[in-house]
């Protein structure tokens, strides 16, 4: 059973970079999917979250930049992320529930640097 994010880098502010979660061993679709990420010194927060019934949650400074959606036939889960600024640099990971303290499968985060 593993989760693994890729599809981070280095992107100039206003770039973009497409994250994608797969899941092996289990199926996403069974789970909401979380996107979260922690900048150095700094809480870890929720980015977004893709619900069981395709509902979705984004954190208020992302809304209108990023958009999470789900391949079931890929079993994978994507966060679209435009118009990227410095401050979204961050290890960013994804998980099987909308909070982190729900999860129960999560996976190594994959590493999106916003600099010029």
């Known amino acids: 059973v593993q989760l693994q994010a890729s599809g981070g880098g280095l992107v100039q502010p206003g770039g973009s970079l497409r994250l994608s979660c797969v899941a092996s061993g289990f199926t996403l679709d069974d789970y909401n999917i979380g996107w979260f990420r922690q900048a150095p010194g700094k809480e870890r927060e929720g980015v977004s979250c893709?619900?069981?019934?395709?509902?979705?949650y984004y954190l208020d400074s992302v809304k209108g930049r990023f958009t999470i959606s789900r391949d079931n036939a890929k079993n994978t889960v994507y966060l679209q992320m435009n118009s990227l600024k410095p401050e979204d640099t961050a290890v960013y990971s994804c998980a099987t529930d909308c909070t982190w303290l729900g999860r129960r499968y999560w996976g190594q985060g994959t590493q999106v640097t916003v600099s010029s």
């Open positions: 893709i619900r069981r019934d395709d509902s979705t």
